[in-house]
């Protein structure tokens, strides 16, 4: 057992640290495809308002609950109130659902960066490649295996030997590549014109056939990402800020985090909706969801000659440090969960949390082969095992984590009692106003539209 609860050495570590933890596939993979499908600048727009308030909001609460109690969600909320003990319990649940599904996907990023590098890259825009490779038996497992085994790893060595360390290598090259690919993908001219008349529609906002119905659409799609993109309701920023000195500044740290996570998801919709519709025009930018990135990107990638090599290896080597990031996050924030329900030590928590881990994983891998079914969700989509996951831990169990913590906080031990452990330091609020009425009234009513979102077809 280990008589010291690990914690970051400073700022910076905690800073890199949760922003590798929000920088993830959300950023990557889903935030460029609502940008395409929600009219480019206004989605931009909507979203960036509601990370400031919203988000803030939400992850600030997280971060000062973690560092106030020194302990796990598990422990945390009763630790504010015995009433809401049962709410660590269900945040604790998330990323243990989300892991191995997680793992499984970081498990086709790492097959696709590893075919690029070693010069096979343009194999993957064969008709079918994709689809051919999930539904295969072993390979998927493989690659699974590896993703799962890096994120380990991390997590095995601790907080500031492990997670600390890694992302502080692992973010700034990450912003590095980002932020090279993307100019480069700029002057690119394809077929259907130029990368930068791309970047035109995804900036500039759309107003066209503008209603009322459409942009709640697009306000629904925006703050659901926020959960995507900041690792809220899952318990991951408790579990950082419970390793987070008093002396850190609180709010300039979450503000320092949500620029980072912001940025990372413009741009890397600078790099994906610009380039699809260079080669492919209106029609490439409809792809959706594993489509865009798995399908869309690398045919792209061929029509650029050799450039395509070296760019779709960045590409997915950038997507891979993202996924990663993420993944340890979640993986620590389980692995914190069971340090302090069993009172064990880090490597014998971490090995348990990886063995069932690894068997979830195992049979989200078999679900799209010998285990292969369709199920209808209630709100109309089909689903596979992977897709159920991802709703119950997205659309069900995080929005009711986040809205039981604002009734918590807003209308139980108040406000107050966050406010005072962020300026514990002497330290301003300068949104403290903004962040009373939005924990204790807008959040709340936000996320109950998005939890009846879930159940409408």
């Not at 050495?9 to 890199?16: A, E, H, K, P």
């Not at 002057?187 to 008349?197: D, L, R, V, W, Y």
């Not at 985090?257 to 600078?270: N, Y």
């Not at 997507?319 to 880090?346: N, P, Q, Y």
Request: proline share 3%; charged share 15%; hydrophobic share 50%.
């Amino acid at each position: 057992m280990e008589k010291k609860r690990g914690s970051f050495t400073g700022n910076i570590g905690f800073v890199l640290a949760a922003a590798g933890s929000a920088v993830g596939l959300g950023n990557l993979w889903r935030f460029p495809y609502l940008a395409a499908k929600n009219g480019g600048g206004i989605f931009l727009l909507v979203y960036i308002i509601m990370a400031l308030t919203f988000g803030f909001a939400l992850m600030i609460t997280e971060v000062a609950i973690g560092r106030k109690t020194q302990l796990s969600p598990i422990k945390a909320y009763s630790e504010l109130n015995k009433k809401f003990g049962f709410l660590g319990y269900i945040a604790s649940v998330v990323p243990i659902i989300i892991f191995p599904y997680y793992c499984v996907i970081g498990g086709w990023i790492t097959k696709y960066m590893a075919a690029f590098v070693i010069g096979n890259g343009m194999q993957t825009v064969a008709d079918g490649y994709f689809k051919t490779f999930i539904t295969s038996q072993w390979s998927p497992i493989l690659w699974c295996a590896v993703f799962m085994g890096l994120s380990a790893f991390s997590v095995y060595k601790g907080v500031d030997k492990g997670i600390e360390k890694i992302s502080k290598v692992l973010m700034p090259l990450l912003f590095v590549l980002i932020i090279g690919i993307a100019v480069f993908t700029l002057t690119i001219k394809g077929p259907f014109g130029s990368a930068i008349e791309g970047l035109k529609i995804y900036i500039i906002p759309d107003f066209t056939g503008m209603t009322v119905r459409r942009f709640l659409n697009i306000l629904l799609d925006a703050t659901g990402q926020i959960f995507y993109s900041m690792s809220i309701a899952m318990g991951i920023m408790i579990t950082y800020g419970s390793y987070t000195k008093k002396q850190t500044n609180l709010s300039k740290s979450v503000n320092q985090i949500e620029i980072c996570d912001t940025l990372v998801a413009i741009i890397a919709g600078m790099i994906m909706v610009p380039v699809v519709y260079a080669f492919q025009g209106y029609e490439g930018l409809e792809a959706s969801g594993s489509g865009l990135l798995f399908v869309s990107l690398p045919k792209v990638f061929e029509t650029m000659g050799f450039a395509g090599h070296i760019i779709g290896s960045l590409f997915f080597l950038l997507v891979l440090f993202a996924a990663l990031t993420s993944s340890i996050s979640l993986l620590e924030a389980i692995t914190s969960v069971v340090m302090d329900k069993f009172s064990w030590g880090r490597k014998k928590s971490c090995t348990v949390v990886m063995i069932i881990s690894a068997i979830i994983a195992l049979i989200t891998c078999l679900g799209y082969n010998i285990w292969y079914f369709e199920y209808t969700l209630p709100n109309g989509a089909i689903a596979q095992i992977l897709d159920i996951l991802d709703y119950v831990s997205n659309n069900l169990l995080m929005p009711i984590v986040a809205f039981a913590t604002c009734i918590l906080v807003g209308w139980v031990i108040k406000p107050k009692a966050i406010i005072d452990e962020v300026k514990c330091n002497g330290e301003k609020f300068s949104r403290e106003g903004i962040y009373k009425f939005m924990i204790k009234i807008l959040c709340p009513v936000l996320l109950v539209l998005i939890f009846t979102s879930s159940f409408i077809k």
